[in-house]
């Protein structure tokens, strides 16, 4: 079984989505003057970009979402992002194919280059920066059959708030995978959903926590039961002072499983048996798919960083045993925005790569160069970090 397969956390189904108050792209192209009327393309940005630090190096991530209101189709022949006047980087027709998912047509991405008519498309970016970066906007240049233009604007300010410390959301010694963690092509990442008349992406940096037995796998046996797991029961903690603002623990365990649930997907059930830990004013730690009866916390308790909130299960939207953590906007699953945080401290021992040798589907690889002390970070995917002694 592939890697990607082993762990679902909490993905859903996207669907179409009306947005009001779009911003409308400035078409400032002298190619303007072979349509009769200014195309009809809404270009905006989802959510304020964002700077976070993964694996040593600083990003932006943000997304913006295009919309062709137009009866033909669009063909793409570049995406520039521009800070200062000045172009930082170009997307080509071949790159943006892979950075996008529709809103309709179920959540693909684009084949080639081209926006259907009526099509809504998110573009999933992510900026190394450099140099600080405090403001954006964006120039995409298409054709509708009637030659290239350029269309400007999707302008945005970057959200430089410093991303919240936190420590790891456990403690069991061992080697834990961080899977589905930053990168632009984690699931998390492209878990674009529908809510309330907008899309949201609340788990924008999310992480799924696997622990590795010493045999390098997630389970001992063929792993059909959750006690194979070797992360099954372990003490999901606080990553920091706080206090618990909701939980919810009435989602049955299910046993391990691509296809089956033990209850619907709802809005309420996705999450599994969860916690809402509140860290600061707009920033509450998100944690999922705890043992029913395993909580330790109610809602309106006062926590200190490391203090046992549950136990790491597997129920909701989870295909195996794992502690699902994000922050988040709000104390929300869906209607959230996803934010960056950083983790105090940790060591990366290597990683986990795809592989046809064995019946996981991947190996671990540690890192060639010994293992690297980390402050201050996030892991990239599929990273494996060291807890306890050695």
């Known amino acids: 079984m592939k890697l990607v397969c082993r762990l679902v956390g909490l993905l859903l189904l996207c669907s179409l989505v009306a947005l009001a108050d779009t911003e409308v792209g400035e078409q400032t192209d002298p190619g303007l003057e072979r349509y009769k009327f200014p195309p009809s393309l809404l270009i905006s940005v989802l959510d304020s970009p964002h700077k976070a630090r993964v694996h040593g190096t600083d990003v932006v991530c943000y997304e913006l979402l295009v919309t062709n209101l137009e009866e033909s189709e669009c063909k793409l022949e570049a995406l520039e992002c521009v800070a200062d006047g000045q172009v930082i980087r170009t997307f080509s027709p071949d790159e943006l194919p892979e950075m996008s998912r529709r809103l309709s047509l179920g959540a693909t991405a684009l ?12 573009f999933y970016l992510w900026l190394e920066q450099k140099t600080p970066l405090t403001a954006l906007h964006h120039r995409l240049r298409v054709d509708l059959g009637k030659g290239p233009i350029t269309i400007e604007g999707a302008q945005t ?41 907008r899309p949201w992406i609340s788990q924008r940096f ?21 006690e194979d797991h070797y992360c099954y029961g372990a003490e999901a903690l606080a990553v920091a002072d706080g206090e618990i603002v909701d939980t919810y623990d009435k989602v049955p365990s299910q046993e ?13 059930t996705v999450g599994g048996n969860w ?23 109610k809602k309106g308790d006062r926590v200190k960083k ?31 925005v996803g934010l960056p945080y950083r983790i105090d401290s940790y060591l990366s021992v290597g990683k986990l790569v795809e592989t046809n040798s064995n019946s996981e589907g991947y190996t671990f690889e540690p890192h060639s160069k010994g293992d690297s002390p980390r402050m201050g970070d996030l892991p990239q995917e599929s990273e494996v970090i060291w807890v306890g002694e050695r």
């Open 111 to 122: 084949e080639e280059p081209v926006l259907s008519a009526k099509d809504s498309v998110v």
């Open 306 to 336: 490391g203090d046992v909130l549950g136990l790491v299960g597997n129920t909701g939207n989870s295909t195996a045993p794992h502690l699902h953590f994000h922050v988040s906007s709000t104390p929300h699953w869906i209607s959230s």
């Open 275 to 297: 916690v809402a830990l509140k860290i600061d004013e707009n920033r509450y730690g998100m944690y999922a798919h705890l043992i029913p009866g395993s909580l330790k916390v």
């Open 256 to 268: 391990p499983s691509i296809n089956e649930r033990a209850v619907p997907i709802t809005l309420e």
């Open 206 to 226: 999310a992480i799924d926590w696997v622990l590795l037995g010493p045999d390098g796998f997630m389970s001992k046996g063929d792993g059909t039961k959750n």
């Open 157 to 197: 300010q970057v959200d430089n708030v410093e991303p919240v410390l936190v420590g790891l959301p456990f403690r069991a010694q061992g080697r834990w995978a961080a899977i589905g963690a930053p990168s632009n092509q984690a699931g998390h990442r492209r878990a674009v959903l529908v809510v309330g008349g």
